[in-house]
């Protein structure tokens, strides 16, 4: 009697660590300690046994129920406990899958890439040029000198490296470009990211992008950039746009102009956007002057060329009505999640 007491222990304690789940323990209380156990046969049998032998069996089986249900709490307590991820069977794969959250492209890349494939379109390939500049690449080489006071247009973050700067714009590129490619004729577009020094309103941000475009050969003239530039317009608004050139000044370029597009909200009356003039301005082009030629290492009794600079955080505002460049970094999912 006594043996198979102790048998029963055994085997019911080995079949106790092999339960590796909820189900599986439950079943093994009701096998073991259940009503319908053998102990609990045992248990309720004693009165059967010779009277010698009631307390010696009935001692013994009492401390074997004890011992079981000790183990069964506590092997319990660590199935509970564990991540069900490392369970292998508690993972219910019948459960529909979570859905996973698809990423979209910032709104600023959306217009970058519908510009990049107007200008490749027409010829144009894509420069790349760094965004920590020289003084002398961002400013000097482009026909503004230091203490200059065209310099005002571009205020500027200096580094701790005196005449290292961060580029106010993407013209330096265009030195970089004429050095690479010269004498050779140039069909290039220059986009990223450009710093200014300035206050954040919601009409100017600290950093924000530029694509600059240059074109170079020999007999450019400028009804070349008035033609391509008003079939960027009409590609990138829509193909009524209407465009007027206005003179500027940019001290890299001779002549200069800045581009309007005829307002679209109103097209043209005048209204909140265009501030009544029925016009917005879309960006800075004009001739390269002689001198950012030379800079370039072309010869400007020869070569000829146009250049222009934009910003598709601009053209984004127009395109999408968004009133705010705030929004552009503010990474709210709710403005980003609209395009
Ligand atoms: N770099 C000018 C700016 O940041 C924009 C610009 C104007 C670029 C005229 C040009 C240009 O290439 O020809 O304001």
Known sequence: MIEKLEKLNSIAISELYKTSDINAINLWHTKHLGKKSHLMAYLRNLGQLPAQDRPKVGKLANEIRYKLENAYDEHKNTLVSQPTTTNKNSIDITLP?????????????????????????????????????????????????????????????????????????????????????????????????????????????????????????????????????????????????????????????????????????????????CKNTGWLEILGCGMVHPTVLSNGGYDPNKHTGFAFGMGPERIAMLKYGIDDIRYFWGNDLRFLEQF
């Open 97 to 273: 899958g979570r859905p996973i959250n698809r990423g979209r492209l910032h709104i600023t890349n959306i217009v970058l890439r519908k510009i990049y494939s107007i200008w490749a379109d027409m010829g144009f390939q894509i420069y790349k040029s760094r965004e920590i500049e020289t003084d002398e690449l961002n400013f000097e080489l482009l026909n503004i000198p230091k203490h200059h006071p065209a310099r005002d247009m571009w205020d500027t973050f200096h580094t701790n490296t005196p005449g290292v700067i961060l580029r106010t714009h993407t013209s330096p590129g265009q030195i970089h470009a004429m050095r690479t490619y010269c004498p050779n004729p140039i069909r290039v577009i220059l986009p990223g990211m450009c710093f200014r020094y300035e206050q954040i309103t919601a009409r100017s941000e600290i950093q924000f992008n530029q694509v600059e475009g240059l074109a170079i050969g020999t007999n450019i003239r400028f009804s070349d950039l008035k033609g391509t530039l008003s079939t960027f317009a009409q590609r990138i608004f829509n193909k009524n746009t209407k465009t007027r050139f206005r003179a500027s000044h940019f001290p890299f370029t001779e002549p200069s102009a800045e581009m309007d597009v005829e307002c679209f909200l109103c097209s043209g009356k005048g209204c909140g956007v």
